[in-house]
């Protein structure tokens, strides 16, 4: 109890700091309120800690607070980040892009960065209106920027915002600039903010960066003779209200696609998304619209993009006919096999080839790779390790793909992010290749699984909200680091890595050093039988998640699904029970 006083009177303290003049009178009543309240579990949420300038920016619930998304956290941000750019950059007048997806103050938000940036003396490109995140990577690059930033929470849940921030790669900031940039924002105060902009430094963009960049999406096509003959594929598309609405149409009548058919009630702009529960390709019931519409119109596959279109979701027909929601790994498994078998056989494979693929990914696409003679690299989580790839063998290796289980995936190298634009119009030509060859995608998917081994991956997310969270998931990685499990589910583990040591032991006791570019706080155990089990805490969202991969060698063709599939889940329950999950 004296420890929770405590906590009260500290946030408390810091609480009263925002009811001064600098803040606005909203602002300031919300505090009163939370102040006011006898219920001190709000004021401690908004208050206990400062929201996080991460290495990939920032991502919270909106709301007053030093925990919350509003424009005076963001301003702060904003100005550390303008601070850091202008110590990177003293030879030049540097520019930065801005643009913001369809949440709710997204375009508050946008606009309070451009004013701090251009307040600072840096030129801003803003978009006129929402845009996908990869449009803002490629516009980074495509106008020779030193940064940018996109106000989205990607796939969160309503009540959050977020912001992403960018290097002049178009890629999401790394070392050395994320630490730097972060200590910079670390130093600001509310009061050094320069919210008033300067309007000569601020520049509207717009359409032709969308006609720009779809002309680059189309870098990604492999074979444009099989979209051709099959340009009457029957897709459904929906943008679960938010940025892929316009672009992803347009682009996929760009590359010769006829039979587009989108969700209305889901084309319609809005940050409470009121269709779904949580607007994440990852739930299937995000798709129900979707499935629905395709069923009515007897669509071939239903496609989706998450609010800012960076990660998209597939759904196609089963043998009985009935709709199959493809998870993470096997779109990113079709998309790597699709790009190496038909690059081969149309002789665009040179041998300098690479694919990349994050360590919780599944392994399939590295035998896949492997059996192809293709270089693959595993890296860590998060999309801004596939662009360090492409960065650092850029000029010396060709990237013909990347991906992650969480439905993200980049087809072609103009963009440094995930790409649903680009991937969407590339499935739908695996859909049209599919259909020239007598099968549907689940056909193809069942082929790949024959050709290059069965594997179920399911992803378990254990949710711990608020400051007993963050210290019990905290807890739990420090307990598997001290007491590290001996079997899975009945399997011996026979390897275990901890990226935040970058060390693996095998079961001999062995020990040797990870190469990675960094650390990250990530356990992974593999077991005799293949199996393999990853654990990370989440960066972005107060969860820790556990990767489990499970193989069976007995599939040999879609008859085996099934019975292979329910073999595998009753594993994974044996896994979860051995972690006590």
Request: net charge negative.
């Amino acid at each position: 109890m004296e420890n929770n006083a405590q906590l009260i009177a500290q946030c408390e303290a810091i609480a009263k700091q925002w009811l001064s003049p600098a803040f606005d009178e909203e602002t300031r009543k919300e505090v009163q309120a939370m102040l006011d309240a006898d219920d001190k579990s709000a004021l401690i949420d908004a208050f206990y800690q400062n929201l996080e300038f991460g290495t990939g920016g920032l991502r919270g619930i909106m709301g007053a607070g030093t925990n919350r998304m509003n424009k005076y956290i963001v301003g702060m941000a904003t100005q550390g980040f303008a601070n850091y750019i202008n110590k990177a950059f003293t030879d030049i007048q540097p520019a930065v892009v801005v643009g913001h997806d369809c949440r709710n103050n997204g375009r508050m938000f946008a606009e309070t960065v451009a004013d701090i940036f251009s307040a600072n003396g840096i030129k801003v490109y803003l978009f006129e209106s929402l845009r996908p995140t990869p449009e803002i990577s490629f516009a980074i690059r495509q106008l020779g920027c030193q940064a940018g930033v996109n106000v989205t929470a990607s796939h969160n849940p309503r009540e959050y915002n977020g912001y992403k921030a960018y290097w002049d790669d178009g890629a999401q900031v790394l070392a050395p600039h994320d630490k730097g940039i972060i200590d910079e924002v670390n130093k600001v105060k509310i009061e050094d903010v320069k919210f008033e902009g300067n309007k000569d430094l601020i520049e509207i963009i717009g359409g032709e960066m969308d006609w720009d960049y779809i002309q680059a999406v189309k870098e990604a096509m492999v074979d444009q003779d099989v979209i051709l003959r099959q340009k009457d594929l029957n897709i459904v598309y929906s943008p679960m209200h938010g940025t892929g609405r316009v672009i992803i149409p347009m682009a996929l009548r760009s590359w010769g696609f006829q039979n587009i058919h989108v969700v209305p009630e889901q084309m319609v702009i809005d940050g409470n998304f009121p269709t779904v529960v949580s607007p994440n390709p990852e739930n299937a019931e995000a798709m129900t619209l979707g499935m629905k519409l395709g069923t009515k119109l007897n669509a071939d596959l239903v496609i989706a993009s998450d609010p800012d279109a960076d990660r998209l979701a597939i759904v196609c027909r089963n043998p009985k006919g009935e709709w199959e929601i493809l998870n993470g790994n096997q779109t990113c498994m079709m998309f790597s096999w699709y790009i190496i078998a038909n690059k081969k056989k149309l002789g665009q494979l040179k041998g300098n080839e690479f694919l990349v693929k994050t360590i919780v990914t599944t392994e399939v696409i590295a035998e896949i790779a492997k059996k192809n003679g293709v270089e693959y690299k595993d890296c860590y989580t998060g999309f801004k390790w596939i662009a360090n790839e492409i960065r650092v063998n850029e000029g010396k290796k060709k990237y013909i793909g990347g991906g992650e289980e969480s439905f993200g995936f980049l087809p072609f190298d103009k963009v440094r992010d995930k790409d649903s634009p680009a991937s969407i119009c590339l499935i739908c030509e695996i859909a049209a290749w599919a259909r020239d060859n007598g099968m549907t995608l689940y056909d193809l998917l069942m082929n790949i699984y024959a050709e290059y081994g069965f594997s179920k991956e399911v992803t378990i997310n254990v949710v711990r909200p608020g400051k007993t969270g963050a210290d019990e998931i905290k807890q739990m990685m420090t307990d598997f680091r001290a007491n590290p499990p001996k079997d899975l589910g009945g399997s011996k583990i026979v390897l275990a890595k901890d990226y935040k040591s970058l060390e693996a032991k095998d079961a001999q006791g062995n020990v040797t050093k990870l190469d990675m570019p960094d650390t990250s706080n990530v356990l992974q155990w593999f077991c005799e039988d293949g199996t393999k089990v990853s654990v990370r805490p989440s960066g972005t969202e107060p969860k820790i998640k556990f990767y489990t991969e499970v193989k069976d060698a007995s599939f040999k063709g879609a008859a085996d699904y099934e019975a292979c599939s329910k073999k595998a889940e009753a594993k994974i329950e044996a896994i979860k029970k051995s972690l006590n999950l």
